[in-house]
């Protein structure tokens, strides 16, 4: 199943569509595995903070971390 994050008149929506089938080939069981789920998740989040860093509260958001005492 593909998914597509752009509507029909984004102009980046064949740049979604390479980079899923990218994915997809990179990762074919990750529907299965949670844990490649969150290793995804945390390295493609580590990517996008790297151009616009998130305040603390909204990278825990992000990571699913669970606030400390």
Known sequence: MMYIASSKSSPHRQLDTLYLQVLHE????????EDQRA???IV??????????LGAESLEALLDLKRGP
């Open 44 to 53: 493609l989040g580590t990517v996008a903070l790297l151009f616009d860093p």
């Open 39 to 41: 290793r995804l998740r």
């Open 26 to 33: 990179a990762f074919p069981d990750i529907s299965d595995s």
